[in-house]
């Protein structure tokens, strides 16, 4: 089962570069100097893939703690 610990620490380490990207997006946007509407939706998107990559690395930290209890 080390292999399922492997795959949950990829998992997890993909879904943490995505909420750094994600931090990386907001900031962005905020300093664009765009109407509201416009910074709104953009972070509605960013809002999206943070939630996309924070169930990435939850999932990820489940193969993690399933492969360490099973072996």
């Known amino acids: 089962m080390e292999i399922m610990v492997w795959i ?3 998992l997890t380490l993909i ?4 909420l750094i990207w994600c931090i990386l997006l ?5 300093r664009s100097g765009l109407p509201d509407d416009q910074i709104k939706a953009q972070l ?19 193969f993690v ?3 360490v209890i099973v072996s």
């Open 8 to 10: 949950g620490t990829g």
């Open 65 to 67: 703690v399933f492969g």
């Open 26 to 30: 907001a900031l962005k946007a905020k």
């Open 15 to 18: 879904g943490v570069a995505g």
């Open 44 to 62: 509605q998107r960013v809002v999206t893939l943070n939630l996309g990559a924070l169930a990435i690395s939850g999932i990820g930290l489940m």
